[in-house]
Nanobody, 124 residues
Framework: QVQLGESGGGLVQTGGSLRLSCAASGGTISNYAMGWFRQAPGKEREFVAAIRLRSSITHYADSVKGRFTISRDNAKNTLYLQMNSLKPEDTAVYSC?????????????????WGQGTQVTVSS
């Protein structure tokens, strides 16, 4: 059973950048579809980005398209989210997720494994 741990969150000004990392253990991420979700206070968890199993096909929420980039380093067993041109509305707890096999889509309840999350705060 894969275990996930995020890092790289923090406080950044509007227009700044952050790179989140999600290190996996107990499983190889090359066997999983991988994704990032976020949850702001008082809001439901929402899809941010995903990358499919054994391919370079990626998916993004419209709100982050062109600003965020998801990538995976199978040799390091780590998933990344490069976030540029950050906005205050990007403030949230960001969590990585994994699902064995096929890409399950953007609904968070279809993803089986989760990290604990890392806080990203963008000041105006």
């Amino acid at each position: 059973q894969v275990q996930l741990g995020e890092s790289g969150g923090g406080l950044v000004q509007t227009g700044g950048s952050l790179r989140l990392s999600c290190a996996a253990s107990g499983g190889t991420i090359s066997n999983y579809a991988m994704g990032w979700f976020r949850q702001a206070p008082g809001k439901e968890r929402e899809f941010v980005a995903a990358i499919r199993l054994r391919s370079s096909i990626t998916h993004y929420a419209d709100s982050v398209k062109g600003r965020f980039t998801i990538s995976r380093d199978n040799a390091k067993n780590t998933l990344y989210l490069q976030m540029n041109s950050l906005k205050p509305e990007d403030t949230a707890v960001y969590s990585c997720a994994a699902e064995p096999g096929a890409y399950p889509g953007t609904s968070y309840h279809r993803w089986s494994y989760w990290g604990q999350g890392t806080q990203v705060t963008v000041s105006s």
